[in-house]
Every structure is written in C-alpha cells, then in structure tokens.
C-alpha cells in the first residue's frame, strides 16, 4: 500500500521561559524526531502514557500547531508549504474527533446546525442538501435524524461521541484523527464507538490515526502500533506481532499492564520504578534508561537508533538479547480462592463444589 500520510523527523519545543534578553531558557521538547507513515485504509495507533507527545503529534499533522521543524506530506503534497486556502482544502481531507465529546460541541448549537458548518465551510450544497447531508451523516452513525434538531446536553456521552464522528465524516475526508475517542466513555459504550469507527472504516475506506493509552482499545482496533516514550517513537510494528512479542522494554511494561480476562492466566508484569522524566529535561543517552530494568552503561550514553528489522522497528541497545515476555497458564481450573469466591454466589444449593472447598448451602 502506498503511503497517505508521511510524517518524518517531526519536531516540536516549547519555550516556557526566557532571559530578560528573550534568550530561551527552558523548553520542553514535547516531539522530538517522531516519524511514520499511515497507509489509505489503515489504522495506526499512537500509544504511550501520558505527556508523552501523541495528542501534540496530532496537531502538527493537522497544522493546529506549527512544527520547530520536519516535513508532513499528505497524499504526496506538502502540507508545511501551504498557504491558508490550500490548508483549507487539505483540512477537507483530514478530520479530528477529540477526546472530550461534550467539550469539543457548541453548546448553543442544534446538532443539525454543528453537522451542517463543515459543510458550509467547504462545500457549496444548497441548504436543503445540507439538511438531507445531516440526516445521512446521522443515519450513518446510528442516530435518528429527529436528533438534529437536538442540543448536545440532550445527548449521553456515547451519542455525543457518535455526533463528533458525524461531523469529522461531514467533508468525507480520507484521513481521520481519533484522539483518545473512548477514554471518557463507560466500557459498555466504549465497545460499540470502537465498532462503528472500524465499520465506517470498511465501508468508507478511512484511514486512522488513533491516539490512546489503553492497549487494550488498542489491540481491537489497530493494524500497526507505533510506542512513544517521551517525544520519540521507540518501538513501530504490526499490532499483532507488538502484542505477541513486543521488543523494546518500554512497550513490555505497557502491554504487560493489560489486565488478562483468564484468572488462571499469569503475564511476566514488568512495574516501573521512579517517574517519568520531564521533557524540559530528557534524560541522555536513551531516554528510557532511568526506568529500564536491562539499563547498561552504553543505554545511558548513546542515543539508540530506530532500526527495521523485517517491518518491526526498535529503538533499543539490547532488543536482540531481552528474553520474550512470557505468559504462563495454570491450568483451566480456577484457584482455590476463586472457588470459595464462586461458591459464595452460586444460588443453586445442589452445586458440587470442587474438591477441598466446602460446600455451600442456601436457603
């Protein structure tokens, strides 16, 4: 597939504080080198804890905020050299859902009204044919078109959320950022924003960027994973392959967080010691380094380099020599403290327990 989106050598510092001269003095180094492409109908996630650079990655894509420097090409143009109404084209093509679903509508607008802006802004359909526009965009995300005459107050979170995805669909762009879409949505709605995002991507072709720190959300909805530690992207593979045998220390420690729905399932739990550094001052050498259990010398000294190994890219000193995080199964009977728990619950009185757990008796 050839590429949509062409992110290389990204970069971004924030000035805090100046010299009475204006000499800056303190900056955060919020992107720093990040690189990576996203394909037409694919699914990338950016994942990591938080502060790490994801949501600030987002904006530089989008030119909500302007790059220190680096290049972002979009469907082979250029979108750093664009002037303001080129950029207005180009933002047709590529939409943001943000986190927040209720921060991110007017308040003082209908539904109706907030779907039916993107398409004044850059259509000319006549009002009536933005009318029948939004009650399509709503049908489209499972919402009835009496909806649109609707205030956002009037709406739950999830339905919220399906109103901010009908309004980035609004233009049909090609590329959609997804910025945390689900992280302030109950488990139960979670599901179903995940299903309708991946169903929009099979009928409409959309390629995501989709921004999280849940792994988990993650790993139902991704093709490809690129880890962020800190600015930089430190480990990029198929989301299969990061899931099964993730390389970089980094990216084990988040992926060994994931609670396992088997309770007899136990994964090797890598737990970090210390805090995150600040990015007003990353650490030398490997930015990982203050929190890595297989630090050596050379980790605190030597920048490591992305390399590419057949489609998984590590940035790691020592990924060739890490043992695999291993996941170990005691056998598909549950604990003896799991039984007593059960047998607290059964409400047949009849049920046989397991051997070694008395029997409970209810009236």
């Not at 990353?282 to 203050?290: D, E, L, M, Q, Y």
């Not at 590419?308 to 199964?329: K, M, N, S």
Request: aromatic share 4%; charged share 20%.
């Amino acid at each position: 597939m050839s590429a949509l989106l062409e992110v290389e050598n990204l970069v971004r510092h924030f000035v805090v504080r100046r010299s009475p001269l204006g000499k800056p003095t303190a900056t955060v180094k919020a992107v720093d080198g990040v690189s990576f492409t996203v394909a037409a109908g694919e699914t990338l996630a950016l994942v990591g804890e938080s502060g790490c650079g994801k949501t600030t990655v987002s904006r530089l894509v989008l030119r909500l905020i302007e790059p220190s420097r680096g290049s972002v090409r979009f469907d082979g143009q250029d979108v750093l050299a664009l002037d303001a109404e080129a950029l207005r084209r180009f933002r047709r093509q590529a939409q943001l859902v943000f986190q927040d679903p209720y921060g991110s509508l007017n308040p003082r607008m209908t539904v109706g009204e907030i779907l039916a802006e993107p398409l004044a802004l850059h259509t000319r359909l006549s009002s009536a044919k933005r009318a029948l526009r939004v009650a399509e965009l709503l049908d489209t995300v499972g919402l009835p078109a009496a909806a649109a005459r609707r205030y956002p107050h009037e709406f739950s979170g999830g339905q919220r959320q399906r109103v901010a995805i009908a309004r980035a669909l609004a233009v049909e762009p090609k590329l959609v950022i997804c910025d945390e879409p689900v992280s302030a949505l109950d488990v139960s709605i979670r599901s179903q924003i995940l299903n309708l995002l991946r169903e929009l991507q099979r009928d409409l072709g959309l390629a995501y960027i989709f921004i999280s720190h849940d792994l988990a959300v993650v790993k139902h909805i991704a093709d490809r994973v690129a880890v962020m530690n800190l600015g930089q992207i430190v480990e990029t593979a198929p989301a299969e392959q990061l899931f099964a045998q993730p390389r970089h220390p980094y990216s084990h420690a988040l992926i060994s967080a994931i609670p396992l729905p088997n309770p007899a399932a136990r994964r090797d739990r890598m737990v970090l010691q210390g805090d995150l550094p600040s990015a007003l001052a990353p650490p030398p050498g490997c930015r990982f380094h203050t929190r890595c259990p297989h630090v050596i010398e050379r980790c605190r000294t030597q920048v490591p380099a992305l390399i590419d190994d057949a489609g998984h890219v590590t940035a790691c000193h020592r990924w060739r020599e890490l043992p695999p995080p291993a996941v170990t199964t005691a056998g598909s009977a549950p604990s003896p403290a799991l039984e007593r728990l059960m047998a607290a619950f059964t409400k047949v009185s009849d049920v046989e327990p397991a051997s070694g757990v008395d029997k409970v008796v209810t009236s």
